[in-house]
């Protein structure tokens, strides 16, 4: 893996841009809002994270909430083509951070892309000592999503309301 442009947020090191051989992880950018309001009114992807009906109906409002909440926010390209979203919340440097992770198309699930955007994440945030450990929360009926989380090395930490938590401390990775 390496970095490229030497893009860093100011005060915690964290690399803006990564890439790994053709799967690449950029920085969130305004004009991906139309893109992402799309993917995230998919039925599918609605229903595994409990929701009925669209979150918002302004591309711009989706943007923004993505870009407040998820700091940092990175798009997932495999060939300069949009393929899915990763980003961490609740980041308290040095210690912990939550993680989403969305391969939008259901056509590119289970080809190893969203293993490698978490890697090339994971190792970005460990070599410039961001966190120590990812945490990350998945509806109890989304099976997929656990199994996922499993076979990376995430380990169950508890249930609350519908929602489990899992974890996986970085220094265990290299």
Same mark, same amino acid.
């Given at each position: 893996?390496?970095r490229?442009k030497g893009?860093?947020?100011?005060?915690?090191?964290?690399?803006g841009?990564m890439?790994?051989?053709?799967?690449r992880?950029r920085p969130?950018?305004?004009?991906?809002?139309?893109?992402i309001?799309?993917?995230?009114?998919?039925?599918?992807?609605?229903?595994a994270?409990?929701?009925s009906?669209?979150?918002a109906?302004?591309?711009?409002? #989706?943007w923004?909430w993505?870009? $407040?909440?998820? !700091?940092?926010?990175?798009?997932?390209?495999?060939?300069?083509?949009?393929? &899915? %979203?990763i980003?961490l919340y609740n980041l308290?440097?040095?210690?912990?951070?939550?993680?989403?992770?969305?391969?939008?198309d259901?056509?590119?699930r289970r080809?190893?892309?969203?293993?490698r955007?978490?890697?090339?994440?994971?190792q970005?945030?460990?070599?410039?000592?961001? #966190?120590k450990?990812?945490?990350? $929360?998945?509806? !109890?009926?989304?099976?997929?999503?656990?199994?996922?989380?499993r076979?990376l &090395? %995430?380990?169950e930490?508890?249930?609350?309301?519908?929602?489990?938590?899992?974890?996986m401390?970085?220094?265990?990775?290299?």
């Amino acid at each position: 893996m390496k970095r490229t442009k030497g893009c860093y947020m100011l005060f915690l090191r964290i690399p803006g841009c990564m890439e790994d051989g053709n799967l690449r992880l950029r920085p969130l950018r305004i004009s991906d809002g139309p893109f992402i309001l799309r993917r995230l009114n998919d039925r599918a992807i609605l229903k595994a994270n409990g929701l009925s009906r669209p979150i918002a109906s302004s591309w711009f409002f #989706v943007w923004w909430w993505m870009k $407040k909440t998820f !700091t940092p926010s990175y798009f997932i390209e495999c060939d300069s083509k949009q393929i &899915g %979203f990763i980003g961490l919340y609740n980041l308290i440097p040095g210690k912990s951070a939550g993680m989403g992770l969305i391969i939008f198309d259901k056509n590119n699930r289970r080809l190893g892309y969203g293993t490698r955007a978490f890697n090339i994440c994971a190792q970005g945030m460990q070599r410039n000592s961001v #966190v120590k450990e990812i945490i990350v $929360k998945v509806k !109890t009926d989304n099976h997929g999503a656990l199994s996922f989380w499993r076979k990376l &090395g %995430f380990v169950e930490a508890g249930i609350i309301n519908d929602l489990i938590t899992m974890s996986m401390g970085l220094q265990r990775r290299i």
